[in-house]
């Protein structure tokens, strides 16, 4: 689990709330029904229009990505990469259909199932970039939705406050009803601000953070597969490789690989 956004967005509302609204005694008075339905309603049911019902299940599944994280861990599968190279060298490519059934992850899966089948370099490269491309343009679809709710929801707070003027506006010789109608226009605002802001802003971050580690990580297993497919060197498959990390990860791969080496 990776609770820190929800550990942040319920901070930010602690902020507001505790220091921001000065006292938690006037919480209340930035409850108000009618603005919750102009804001909350109003973009959940414009989103409801703009998406056709199959997206919709979707949805869920990425918004969980949110708290729920799969962790890439990128050393991890170029080491299992170069234990690949290495038996291939040793043993045939042939002799990695029996280690297909230890791969949890479905794209390595396919990729060295190609390789051992003798699928041609550029039919592999072909057939893996394609599913990287389907992958991306789900992603990108789903962050367009939460981007849609960051938009939506301070173009809603506007229409609030637009309607909050007009009905006070309409009703100045009634003081009982200004008060109510400027609450609308003005806390209509402060909800758009808080969709945008404090939930939608967030969680696109985190999926566009969650998306570029899923594309390195399906770089990585893609020139790997390539590598392991023309018989490259398993110590060339290596420094190949190893581009992709950090230097203090490069390192610990290396000592990890020659530790494995001198057997010690």
């Known amino acids: 689990m990776d609770l820190n956004g929800i550990i942040g967005i319920v901070l ?16 209340p008075l930035f409850i108000d029904a009618p603005s919750v339905a102009i804001v909350i309603g109003g973009t959940f049911t414009a989103l409801v229009a703009g998406y056709p019902g199959n997206f919709w299940k979707t949805v ?14 990128i050393p991890e599968t170029i080491s299992l990469i170069i234990g690949f190279a290495e038996q291939a060298r040793r043993e045939g490519i042939l002799a ?6 230890k791969l949890d992850d479905q794209f390595l899966k396919k990729g ?31 962050i367009a939705f939460f981007e849609s709710m960051i938009a939506m929801g301070p173009s809603f707070g506007m229409m609030g ?8 506006l309409k009703n100045m010789s009634d003081p009982s009803m200004i008060g109510p109608a400027m609450a609308i226009a003005l806390i209509t605002t402060f909800y758009g601000s808080i969709v945008a802001n404090m939930i939608g802003w967030p969680m696109v971050t985190k999926l566009k953070i969650r998306h570029t580690e899923e594309m390195e990580e399906k770089q990585v297993m893609l020139e790997g597969i390539l590598a392991v497919q023309a018989g490259e060197n398993p110590r060339m498959v ?27």
């Not at 930010?12 to 919480?27: A, E, K, P, R, T």
């Not at 990860?249 to 000592?255: M, T, V």
């Open 12 to 27: 930010c509302f602690v902020v507001l709330g505790v220091w921001g609204m000065g006292s938690v005694q006037n919480i």
């Open 60 to 73: 869920p599944g990425f918004a969980k990505m949110f708290v729920v994280a799969r962790k890439y861990d």
């Open 96 to 101: 990695l259909e029996n280690s297909l059934e």
């Open 112 to 142: 060295i199932q190609l390789a051992v089948d003798g699928t041609e370099k550029a039919k592999i490269e072909e057939i893996l970039e394609a599913e990287k491309e389907s992958i991306e343009k789900r992603h990108m679809a789903n």
């Open 161 to 168: 406050t637009t309607i909050g003027l007009v009905l006070m």
């Open 238 to 264: 290596q420094y190949k490789l190893s581009a992709y990390l950090k230097p203090e990860d490069r390192a610990k791969l290396e000592a990890s690989k020659d530790k494995e080496k001198t057997g010690r």
